[in-house]
């Protein structure tokens, strides 16, 4: 844990931006999940990072800033290439591993807390997947947190 992470959480959107720009970049740059962005959604970081802002400042401090429809983008993608429990499961580790990096705290708690039931809830409405399979221990499914390599310490 570095010592920037040990006293700070995360307190409102400028911090939010600092986190999401931090996992946007390992995420592109991922052989797992990097094409959905990059090849597949063509995402442009600099347009869509004020609008996923907004999309995590309303989930975390309850802010009115964001009216989108968070689902369709994602169904558009699974349309084109299937998007796995394995796939969100890498989501999710790149998530808590920017998150950790910068921040402890409650918020920053909740923000991995959130960041896991929207990849689990996502699963499941596009592949019309059971949650309790994905997350049973020896499944194909979603990957637990307990397994995640960025996690470990050596």
């Known amino acids: 844990m570095n010592q ?3 006293d700070n959480d995360i307190s409102g ?3 939010l931006t600092v986190v999401l720009r931090r996992f946007y970049t390992a995420a592109f740059a991922d052989r797992r999940i990097g094409p959905f962005f990059t ?3 063509g995402t442009d970081l600099e347009v869509h990072l004020p609008r996923i802002t ?3 400042e309303r989930a975390l401090f309850r802010t009115a800033g964001y009216g989108r429809d968070a689902f369709g983008p994602h169904a558009a993608l699974h349309a084109a290439r299937a998007m796995t429990a394995e796939d969100f499961g890498r989501w999710v580790q790149l998530w808590n591993a920017a998150v950790d990096g910068l921040h402890r705290g409650p918020n920053a708690e909740r923000a ?3 960041g896991e039931r929207i ?3 996502l699963h ?3 592949a019309g997947a059971d949650p309790a399979l994905l997350l049973r221990p020896g499944s194909q499914g979603f990957v ?3 397994a995640l390599e960025l996690r470990t310490t050596a």
Request: zero cysteines; aromatic letters at 12%.
């Open 124 to 126: 499941q409405r596009l």
């Open 144 to 146: 637990p947190l307990a």
């Open 4 to 6: 920037f992470a040990a």
């Open 13 to 15: 959107r400028a911090d």
């Open 54 to 56: 907004d999309f995590w």
């Open 119 to 121: 990849a689990l809830a």
């Open 112 to 114: 991995k807390a959130t």
């Open 39 to 41: 090849e597949i959604a």
